[in-house]
């Protein structure tokens, strides 16, 4: 059952270049320029004519939603909100007819994020569900939605449920991007196409797991560790941080890069394992003068870098090389070897990486 891997987790963690495909297969036509989505098309209008889009999840949904934020704002240029269900339900938000609001759930089952579906519902907005879960409460109790196509997840730690929401979510904002005219034509395309690649890349990012492995096998008795990003990948440092703390029981804190001297840096020294991830495009020379701040006070510096990358391997005490993608898909990417990371700590460390420590695989209690 768990195709010869060790754990459902490094299964989970392998399927997802082709589970990426389920998830675009049929709606993704890129060399017609057309993504097609039931959910979507049905209800166009409604999300033509949204003020503002509210994204309600909790844990790794949240996080996708975080990255779903920036691309529907960037390609689609539809204001978003990203809250946390369990904060959503029980400030009084000001929710009105005109808002979209995205539920996103692997389970479908998540307490907090169905009580948020709800007074979203009561207030008159369109709800929207990205489940994975066929059938699940949460895609019963939405208006519409369009599932993520990752099949079982198993492991407690969610991998491939990560990495299809952010694709259908970035199909999404494409679509709106195209009746919107708010991207130009070619970029358009060559989104498209670089979408239909990316199995094939994430492929390639996987070829990391002995780097990943080796990285591990140094910092696993570390009792803290850093996560930094910027851009489409500080929601990536905060799934990074998250992944780690869940299976290996190491206390880690995910952070936006320039966010350090707010505070943070203050925790830097020899003993600090920080994981910096560094690709090329994006904020990169801000990123690396982020990596000299922590080298200048000993920190211990694992950069997540594109190939060939030259300026930040000078600077980083080990890298991990990823292949090359637009900044906006970069999350598909960057976020595997953190995953294999952390999977590779957890089992040094002796911990039941599949279902870790007071944890459940669906939270159905607030
Ligand atoms: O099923 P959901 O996506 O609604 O679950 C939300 C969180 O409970 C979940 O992502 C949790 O944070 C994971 N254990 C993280 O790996």
């Known amino acids: 059952e768990k195709g010869g891997y060790d754990h459902f987790m490094l299964k989970e963690i392998y399927e997802q270049p082709s589970v990426i495909k389920d998830t675009y297969r049929g709606r993704l036509h890129a060399n017609e320029g057309l993504i097609q989505m039931a959910g979507v098309e049905d209800n166009l209008?409604?999300?033509?004519?949204?003020?503002?889009?509210?994204?309600?999840?909790?844990?790794?949904?949240?996080?996708?939603?975080?990255?779903?934020?920036?691309?529907?704002?960037?390609?689609?240029?539809?204001?978003?909100?990203?809250?946390?269900?369990?904060?959503?339900?029980?400030?009084n938000p000001i929710i009105n007819s005109k808002d979209i609001v995205i539920a996103i759930s692997q389970s479908g089952e998540t307490a907090d994020t169905m009580a948020a579906i709800k007074l979203a519902k009561e207030s008159g907005a369109f709800v929207f569900g990205v489940c994975n879960v066929v059938g699940s409460s949460i895609s019963r109790e939405t208006?519409?939605?369009?599932?993520?196509?990752?099949?079982?997840?198993?492991?407690?730690?969610?991998?491939?449920?990560?990495?299809?929401?952010?694709?259908?979510?970035?199909?999404?904002?494409?679509r709106l991007a195209k009746a919107k005219g708010t991207l130009s034509n070619s970029l358009f395309h060559t989104y498209l196409q670089e979408l239909v690649i990316i199995p094939e890349k994430v492929k390639e990012a996987?070829?990391?797991?002995?780097?990943?492995?080796?990285i591990a096998a140094v910092f696993k008795d570390a009792p803290n560790c850093l996560y930094l990003g910027r851009g489409y990948n500080f929601p990536v440092a905060l799934e990074g941080a998250?992944?780690?703390?869940?299976?290996?029981?190491?206390?880690?804190?995910?952070?936006?890069?320039?966010?350090?001297?707010?505070?943070?840096?203050?925790?830097?020294?020899?003993?600090?394992?920080?994981?910096?991830?560094?690709?090329?495009?994006?904020?990169?020379?801000?990123?690396?003068?982020?990596?000299?701040?922590?080298?200048?006070?000993?920190?211990?510096?694992?950069?997540?870098?594109?190939?060939?990358?030259?300026?930040?391997?000078?600077?980083?005490d080990y890298v991990i090389e990823i292949p090359e993608t637009s900044d906006a898909l970069s999350p598909l990417i960057t976020t595997i070897p953190l995953q294999l990371l952390s999977y590779h700590i957890a089992v040094m460390r002796g911990c039941n990486v599949d279902q870790p420590r007071n944890l459940a695989k669906s939270v159905t209690v607030e």
């Not at 503002?52 to 996080?63: F, K, L, P």
């Not at 519409?144 to 990560?162: N, Q, R, W």
Request: aromatic fraction near 8%; include cysteine; charge should be negative.
């Open 242 to 316: 998250l992944k780690l703390k869940e299976i290996s029981y190491i206390h880690a804190e995910g952070y936006p890069a320039a966010e350090m001297k707010h505070g943070p840096i203050a925790l830097i020294d020899e003993h600090m394992p920080v994981v910096v991830i560094a690709p090329k495009q994006g904020h990169y020379d801000k990123i690396v003068s982020n990596i000299q701040e922590i080298k200048s006070r000993s920190g211990k510096i694992i950069a997540v870098v594109t190939k060939g990358d030259t300026q930040v391997r000078e600077l980083a």
């Open 143 to 174: 208006h519409a939605g369009a599932y993520t196509h990752a099949g079982p997840e198993i492991g407690v730690a969610s991998t491939k449920a990560f990495t299809t929401q952010i694709t259908v979510l970035t199909m999404i904002a494409l």
């Open 45 to 91: 209008e409604k999300f033509l004519n949204a003020e503002r889009i509210i994204i309600v999840a909790c844990g790794t949904s949240w996080h996708a939603g975080l990255v779903a934020e920036y691309i529907f704002e960037e390609f689609a240029r539809i204001p978003v909100e990203v809250e946390y269900a369990s904060e959503f339900r029980y400030r």
């Open 206 to 214: 996987l070829e990391t797991n002995d780097r990943a492995k080796e």
